[in-house]
Structure formats: structure tokens, C-alpha cells
């Protein structure tokens, strides 16, 4: 009996946290479609609801009701798989992003590199997506996205090393902690541009949409998709790039901690610092893929491994040395 | 405790059953997936055991990054050609033997590996310091790589290095006659080298020289 309550709290803080990311989900869909449209001149979504934002709603039921078709020629335990892999990755990352100092659903040692895993998991649900649909245009995605994705892990893996060596720990809540005097921004700050423009491509977000780029290969790996399955790689796709920006926030911006530590500003709850500091990330993400045109494949190749990977290193070396000098080495 | 056992029975049968699935299933894309369910239920009973880092390395690693080459290679093969490889009834295969001896004797190494802990506990006691539980074992494993064993860390890095680089060597040629786009030259392009203003005269056109 005990052991069922403990497993019934458990679940209720479960939803909880996702239930508000899903719907976060839904409510950034149509932000980065407004910010696309106002970069544009345009109006946007801006029909359903008060200023449309009842659009994804609307679009979720539309998706809901549309038919689902599998292709006769796919493997099809595998093609209904990809969408549901991708959605599970999306959001049981979430269990270790700290809202504030306790609110945190599961705060394990190794926060980050749980972070990391589950990102670089995400790149199986496109691979899946595009190699069971069997037909060209998805598995050309597949490929182009899988190999993107596993390049610019690395850089992202190497940042990820500056940032722990100046926290001493792989606990999220203690790398927010560590900010506390001065955010990673500033002395890291070509780390966190480096770091952001990973997220880009690590997202498949434009310019780096290559594994969906409608002018050559239709719409990549969901080309065979459609109705509510389509709908979860969407969600899924959404929920990495929420979840990227709320690693930027805790890595470089100090997550949950207020920007000035004085007295009005530190009433506010954590939770909200780090929404806003999610939601101004997205927001350059969103004007990104307006401002910018896509890269070409080779171009991108070349970004990731013969620029962000050396920068990235050196950049190690330099905080290394740096730390080691002044002897500002965070040993316990 | 019931659901400590119940969730170690759980990850450990089904990493038991994918790892015989790997051999066992048709399809080489199939057996690459099993793989990767057997890597992360091992992960999940590192994590069991108190072992966070190991896991979340071996799910960086394996899953992360090995698999995907795995799947990469294997998903470009002619499945067709391997409809009928030995599982399917073929009394040729040479491989056989060769899967058993090997496979006896990894059974025998293990065998050996694990009665010496039993029997002799006191040779596998070689550093305290992993077994102090104040410190996450990071911290531990971080103290005892980087200090008693750099020298190996190092070795085996220089190990990998040197792998990697022969790697990229065996498989280097050079092709002649490949167009390259150096992308330097092309964004040091000018208006005055790319565009010629031309007067075009009636029923003459312009001649285009390329």
C-alpha cells in the first residue's frame, strides 16, 4: 500500500512536468510561426483564439483526425516505432531540468551527461523514420540527418566539458549554483555562440534543415507519414528544441537563478526565470530560421568538424590552463 | 527490495533475450536495434548498481555513437543478398567452429575472472578509494584514472589515436579529376569577375564563352 502511494506521487509529478511541456510544446509551435511571420512582414497564425493562439490545437485536431497511412512496403513495427521513439526521447529528458534548487524530478549526479545521452538517442527516430518507410527520399534523410546530428554532438560534447570544468560537477542543479557571481556567458561566451548554433543543427533546425529540406528531398524522413504519427515526430521535434534551449539556459545562462541577485527579483520563482530564459533562446532560434538561408551539406560538414570541433578544443585547453593557473580549479 | 529484484529481472532478461536476438533475427537492421536495446539494458543495470557514470558513458558511447555507425554501414547493405544466411537452415557455414571455440573460451576467461573474486578477494582489493561512498563514483573514477593509471589512460588514448588515424589512411585515395569547391574562393567572389553588363544587338544575341 505504501508502495503504491509513493509510485502514485511519483506519477502525479510526472504529469506534472509534462503535461506543461507538451502544452509548451503546442504554445511554441505558434510563437515560432508568429516570429517567422514578423520577420516577414506578415501577420502569422492569427485566426484561432485570441491571437491565434489557439492554432496548434487546431492543428493537433486536424492531425488527429486525418488517416493514418503505412506504407505496404515498410517495416512496419519499425516505421510505427520512429515517431513513438522520438517523442519518448523528447520528453523523458525532462526529468532532470531543475526549475529551481528542489523543483527537480529527478536530481541525479550525472544530470548532464543524462541531458547528453538522451539528445544523442534522438538521432534512432529519424534513422528508424527514414530507413523503414523504404523509399528514397526518406532514407536520403535518415543518412544526411544522422550523420549531421552524430558530427555536431561532439562539438556540443566538448562545450559541455568547458562548462564542467569550471562547475566540478555533472549536477545540473550544481552547475546553475556555480553561476551564481557570474553566468557562463560571459567568460565562455564563444562557447555559448558555438554551443548555439550545435543546438541549430543538432535540432534540424533551419539553416541546418538539411535531412528535410523540402526543395530536395520532399520532406526527409517523414515524407511517409502522416495524420497523428506525423504529429509526434513534430511534437518530438519541438520538445528537442525545447529542451536544447533549456540547456543553454542552465549551462550559460544560470537557469533557474535570477538575473540580479536583489531583493524584488529574487521573490520571483525560479521556475519563471528559467521559462524566460527558454523562451528568449527560442525566440533567436525562431529568427534564425527566418534570417538565414539553408547551408549547403558540404558547408555544413566542414562547420561542425574542421571549425566548431578544434575551436571548441582549444577552447578547452585555454580553460584548463587558465583555471589551473589562477588555481580557481573546483576541487572538493 | 521486491521492485530492486523485479526491475533487475526485467533489464537483465531482456537484455539476455536481445543479445540471442542479435544472432538470431533475419534482418542485419534488425539484429543492429537488438544491439542497441541490449547496450541500453546493460546501461540500465550499471545504473542499478550504483554505477551512474559507467551507464550514461556506455549509453554516450555505444548507443550514442557506435551504434549509429553500426546501423549506418548495415543499413546500406543489399538485404536481399542475405535472406539465407545460417539461421535459416544452411549446412555450409564455415563460421560455426570458429563462433564455438571462441565463444568457449570467452566462457572459460569469465569463469576464471569470477571464481578468483570469490575465492581470492583480496587481489581484486587494489585501490580503496572506489569503495569510499562519500564521493560520487565520477569523482572516484576521476581521482584514480587521472592519478595511479594515467600513464595506461594516456596509452590507450594514443592507442585509439593511432587506430584512427591508420583508419583514415587505409581508406584515403586520392581521385583525380574531382571538381572541389573551395568555399574561400567562393564567397571572395566580386560583382566586377561575375557579372558583365553586355549591349545586346538585335537577331545577333551574345555570344557566352564557358
Known amino acids: 500500500m505504501e508502495y503504491l502511494s509513493i509510485v502514485f506521487h511519483e506519477v502525479y509529478k510526472i504529469l506534472f512536468l509534462l503535461v506543461p511541456v507538451l502544452v509548451s510544446v503546442a504554445m511554441i509551435v505558434w510563437l515560432d510561426r508568429r516570429v517567422w511571420a514578423f520577420v516577414q512582414k506578415r501577420q502569422g497564425p492569427?485566426?484561432?483564439g485570441p491571437f491565434g493562439l489557439l492554432q496548434s490545437l487546431a492543428d493537433a485536431l486536424k492531425y488527429i483526425f486525418k488517416e493514418i497511412i503505412i506504407p505496404s512496403s515498410s517495416n512496419k513495427v519499425i516505421f510505427i516505432l520512429a515517431p513513438i521513439v522520438t517523442m519518448t526521447l523528447a520528453l523523458i529528458a525532462w526529468a532532470v531540468i531543475p526549475f529551481s534548487a528542489t523543483q527537480v524530478l529527478a536530481d541525479i549526479n550525472v544530470g548532464i551527461l543524462y541531458l547528453f545521452a538522451v539528445s544523442s538517442l534522438g538521432v534512432y527516430g529519424i534513422i528508424m523514420g527514414g530507413w523503414a518507410s523504404n523509399s528514397k527520399y526518406p532514407f536520403l534523410g535518415a543518412i544526411r540527418s544522422a550523420a549531421q546530428m552524430v558530427s555536431y554532438e561532439v562539438s556540443i560534447g566538448v562545450i559541455i566539458i568547458n562548462v564542467l570544468l569550471c562547475v566540478g560537477s555533472l549536477n545540473l542543479n550544481d552547475i546553475v549554483i556555480a553561476q551564481q557571481n557570474m553566468w557562463f556567458v560571459i567568460p565562455l561566451f564563444p562557447m555559448f555562440v558555438i554551443f548555439f548554433i550545435s543546438a541549430l543543427a543538432e535540432t534540424n533546425r533551419p539553416p541546418f534543415d538539411l535531412p528535410e529540406a523540402e526543395a530536395e528531398l520532399v520532406a526527409g524522413y517523414q515524407t511517409e507519414y502522416s495524420g497523428m504519427m506525423y504529429a509526434m515526430f513534430w511534437l518530438g521535434e519541438y520538445a528537442n528544441i525545447l529542451l536544447m534551449c533549456a540547456m543553454g539556459a542552465i549551462l550559460f545562462l544560470g537557469g533557474w537563478m535570477s538575473p540580479i541577485d536583489v531583493y524584488p527579483f529574487t521573490l520571483v520563482p525560479g521556475a519563471i526565470w528559467l521559462i524566460l530564459k527558454i523562451?528568449?533562446?527560442?525566440?533567436?532560434?525562431?529568427?534564425?530560421?527566418?534570417i538565414v538561408p539553408r547551408y549547403r551539406y558540404d558547408q555544413l560538414?566542414?562547420?561542425?568538424?574542421?571549425?566548431?570541433?578544434?575551436?571548441?578544443?582549444?577552447w578547452v585547453v585555454l580553460t584548463a590552463s587558465y583555471l589551473f593557473y589562477f588555481n580557481l580549479l573546483p576541487v572538493n | 527490495m521486491i521492485a530492486h529484484a523485479i526491475f533487475f529481472y526485467t533489464f537483465s532478461i531482456i537484455a539476455v533475450v536481445s543479445a540471442i536476438m542479435v544472432t538470431a533475427s533475419k534482418n542485419t537492421v534488425h539484429s543492429v536495434f537488438f544491439l542497441i536495446l541490449d547496450f541500453i539494458s546493460i546501461s540500465c543495470l550499471f545504473i542499478m548498481i550504483g554505477a551512474e557514470f559507467l551507464g550514461m558513458i556506455m549509453l554516450i558511447v555505444y548507443v550514442g555513437a557506435v551504434a549509429v555507425l553500426f546501423l549506418f554501414v548495415v543499413m546500406m547493405l543489399n538485404v536481399a543478398q542475405q535472406k539465407n544466411q545460417w539461421f535459416a537452415g544452411q549446412a555450409t557455414s564455415k563460421h560455426i567452429p570458429v563462433g564455438l571455440i571462441i565463444s568457449t573460451l570467452i566462457f572459460f576467461e569469465i569463469i576464471i575472472v569470477i571464481g578468483g573474486w570469490k575465492y581470492k578477494p583480496e587481489i581484486f582489493d587494489i585501490n580503496n578509494s572506489l569503495a569510499n561512498a562519500s564521493v560520487s563514483n565520477t569523482h572516484s573514477l576521476g581521482q584514480i584514472l587521472y592519478t595511479d593509471y594515467i600513464h595506461v589512460f594516456q596509452i590507450s588514448g594514443m592507442i585509439l589515436l593511432v587506430a584512427m588515424i591508420g583508419a583514415i589512411v587505409l581508406t584515403f585515395r586520392q581521385r583525380s579529376g574531382v571538381k572541389k569547391q573551395s568555399y574561400i574562393k567562393q564567397i571572395s567572389r566580386e560583382r566586377a569577375e561575375g557579372v558583365e553588363v553586355l549591349e545586346v544587338q538585335s537577331n545577333k544575341g551574345v555570344k557566352i564563352d564557358d
Open chain 1, 46 to 48: 492569427n485566426v484561432v
Open chain 1, 279 to 290: 523562451l528568449l533562446l527560442f525566440i533567436l532560434f525562431a529568427l534564425v530560421k527566418a
Open chain 1, 301 to 314: 560538414m566542414r562547420l561542425g568538424w574542421k571549425v566548431f570541433l578544434p575551436l571548441s578544443l582549444i
